[in-house]
């Protein structure tokens, strides 16, 4: 049965009393102020409580994902450091971002290429041959982009059993199958039949619905393995290839059997951004949903197309940086960007404009990007494997980069203050802020980066690095305090 949960919930958050004697266990409510009656109509637009950029605690993490029949492609995989990859499949992968990982005898018998990837997700503890701290199981068409340690660290997942995500549309596992016979999912026979199960085995209305895309499972877990177990064998024997019309039913048949399960439920869009789906400003998901990469790839071509780049080394024999910068952001077009970089940098690979359009189409609400380097004073913008100056070597270094990381960003927080060595930036924004400025009285040069990150700042306009894309810069040769040419 339902219990009451005894851990303290994140910050703007708390426990729905209503779910926990229903026993859905801790799902999560934001803590809203009472509306005005002015304000009432806008509750659902208020943002998701922002999740504290960076955090000193790491965790050994894995995440599984599953891939059967070439259903989907792997998309480009950002890592969090201290973290393995697997992806479990029954066909011959090559990459280098994936341990490839053969199918376990249960999951190879499951007929069906659907019914075999649920069946790999919820049987995902028995691929794990580590010790770890939190297991996340991704469907293989998910991108990930944030650093998963504060995922980890904010919401205390550690703390939990299980984490659950919360379906972004519906609170009833009927709904959905209204849903899914409106579209061409499910056969509409099979989706009948399992309604008519939960039907006579007396499964009430509006007890929750996961979305099954992406769970958090604590290996360390006493109870969990035996709850998994039961909802992979309720939904193999059922007759839709949806895991959602099981997994609610068969946690709640489970509850009344076996010892409680501590588990939370998170808000869906507090985590996952479906792209297609997001019209409003939202803050950098950790994990963003294409339906599918290949017709991702398409869609960043086509999109491309409509971006405008006028690349520039800002220019001032009075070395007034401020007065070159907006000179030229002058002469674009209002729906343009502007790419700074500094004289004393190279682009060292042949796809760097790919990796910055890229970034754009997919960062609809980032107006400001840069990049890594092997010398800067911002160590977050900072790739320093080698710190010598052989451009051939600092090649092989972009090219490595941009196979490892392509165009997954994060975010560069605010302080330290972007270096400017390479910025990118609309004209939109630029006016937004009321142009570039100066840093103080003091220089026309230095600090107008820093001046410029501030203003971003200010505004709620995030500056984003570009992980994949790596540029040389000479930087003074490697002597930071030498700073005579700009004065």
Known sequence: MGHKNPNTPPPG?????????????????????????????????????????????????????????????????????????????????????????????????????????????????????????????????????????????????????????????????????????????????????????LLKENYPK????????????????????????????????????????????????????????????????????????????????????????????KHFKKESLNIKIYEHTPYNNEKDLVKAYNEFMELIPSNGWALFRDADTLFLDYHYNELFENAIVDNPNTFCFTCVTNRLNNKKQVYDEYKGDDIKIHREIAIKLRKKYGHSCEILPLPPTLGGFCILLKKSVWKKIGGFKYWNSKSKILGVDNKLHEDLGKHNEPVKIIKGLYMYHWYRGGDYKNKTHLL
């Not at 995440?63 to 998309?75: E, G, K, Q, R």
Request: proline content about 5%.
């Open 206 to 297: 509006n007890l929750g619905l996961f979305a099954t895309g992406v769970m958090f499972l604590n290996p360390k877990s006493t109870v969990l393995s035996k709850y998994l177990i039961n909802m992979r064998e309720d939904y193999i024997k059922s007759p839709s290839i949806r895991d959602q019309v099981t997994i609610n039913y068969s946690l709640y048949k489970s509850n009344k059997k076996l010892p409680p399960l501590l588990y939370l439920t998170l808000p869906f869009n507090d985590v996952i951004a479906i792209k297609h789906l997001t019209h409003t400003p939202i803050t950098q998901p950790f994990i963003s949903y294409p339906h599918n990469y290949k017709k991702k790839i």
């Open 13 to 197: 958050y708390k426990f729905d009393e209503a779910s926990v004697r229903r026993g859905r266990g801790g799902r999560l409510v934001k803590i809203i102020d009472p509306p005005s009656k002015s304000t009432a109509h806008q509750l659902e637009k208020y943002p998701s409580k922002k999740i504290t950029e960076y955090t000193v605690n790491k965790y050994k993490g894995l995440v599984i994902t599953y891939l059967t029949s070439n259903y989907d492609i792997l998309p480009p995989l950002s890592k969090t450091e201290g973290w393995d990859y697997i992806c479990v499949t029954d066909t011959k992968l090559n990459n280098s971002d994936w341990e490839i990982v053969n199918l376990r005898d249960e999951d190879k018998a499951v007929i069906g290429n659907k019914k075999k990837a649920s069946s790999i997700m919820f049987n995902a503890l028995n691929y794990v041959k580590k010790d770890y701290d939190i297991v996340t199981t991704m469907d293989a068409n998910m991108f990930i982009n944030e650093d998963l340690n504060r995922l980890v660290d904010h919401y205390k997942l550690t703390k939990y059993d299980v984490t659950f995500l919360s379906h972004p549309d519906r609170n009833c596992v009927y709904d959905e199958i209204k849903a899914l016979l409106k579209t061409s999912k499910d056969k509409r026979e099979n989706t009948l039949n399992a309604e008519s199960f």
